[in-house]
């Protein structure tokens, strides 16, 4: 996990409350996000406002594709720093996203869709265009889509083998939770223990995930509000916290259900 913080991040900046400036570094959130990699392959989910900064801190010196989840700020505004790739790598970077979020990319960057001139180092990106209701694969790896309402926007969580992504959701249709079943590892978001009307809290985050029943199970997408090892403690056994730098291995080649 490269980043398990909300839009703000944590710390908030500006705030003073106790996990903002706590000595925990688990308490330091950065944008959320989540890299995959074997020895010759790494897949990004969400490429937000932080990523230069988690590019550098978990040398990502290879990055071979991005998915993306919906296109707000925290998702997709590092996605300049993709040229760095095109440079050193020589690859056109291939990125997947409905075209939701395509729509949302061509608005938030005109220059690399509607370049007025030449020069100036644009990012090259080979767009592939995700279906909701379409498996697909990214590197030879199969992938199945998790659509999920984010308030009234529709955004999509990607499965892929053993392990499932759902971040920015606020309802999970009966439909997409068939698709995650048999999941061993998932993540998922929960803000905080106030309601939100665009994100699940923890306690429907909590009860989704039981629902799920994968053998574990950790949040991201968490504000200050909570505290990482107050939180734990109080979370049902094989539920946590997610935290930056958090690894775990999963099985690509694992049985998904059939669409
Ligand atoms: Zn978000
Ligand atoms: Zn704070
Ligand atoms: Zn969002």
Not at 109 to 134: M, T
Not at 149 to 166: D, K, S, T
């Amino acid at each position: 996990m490269l980043g398990t913080g909300t839009s703000a991040g944590v710390p908030v900046i500006t705030c003073t409350c106790d996990v903002c400036t706590s000595t925990n570094p688990r308490n330091n959130r950065l944008r959320s996000s989540i890299l995959l990699r074997n020895k010759d392959q790494s897949i990004l989910i969400d490429c937000g406002c932080d990523f230069r900064e988690q590019a550098l801190r978990w040398k990502i010196n290879q990055l071979d594709a991005i998915l993306l989840t919906h296109g707000h700020s925290d998702h997709v505004n590092g996605l300049d720093e993709i040229r760095i790739y095109n440079w050193k790598m020589g690859i056109i970077m291939p990125i997947y996203a409905s075209e939701g979020t395509l729509d949302n990319l061509r608005a938030r960057y005109d220059y690399v869709f509607a370049p007025k001139h030449i020069g100036g180092g644009i990012p090259k990106i080979n767009i592939v265009q995700i279906d909701e209701n379409q498996p697909f694969e990214v590197l030879g790896h199969p992938v199945l889509p998790l659509p999920v309402l984010h308030g009234e926007l529709p955004i999509i969580g990607f499965r892929i083998g053993n392990f499932a992504y759902v971040t920015d959701a606020s309802y999970i249709s009966e439909e997409t939770l068939r698709r995650m079943e048999g999941v061993r590892y998932l993540i998922l978001n929960a803000l905080r223990h106030k309601p939100h009307p665009t994100h699940l809290n923890i306690e429907q985050a909590t009860a989704i995930a039981q629902r799920i029943g994968a053998e574990h199970t950790w949040f991201t997408h968490i504000t200050h509000d909570l505290d990482h090892e107050t939180t734990n403690a109080e979370l049902p056994e094989g539920i946590d916290l997610g935290h930056d730098g958090l690894e775990f291995e999963i099985d690509p080649t694992a049985q998904v259900p059939e669409l």
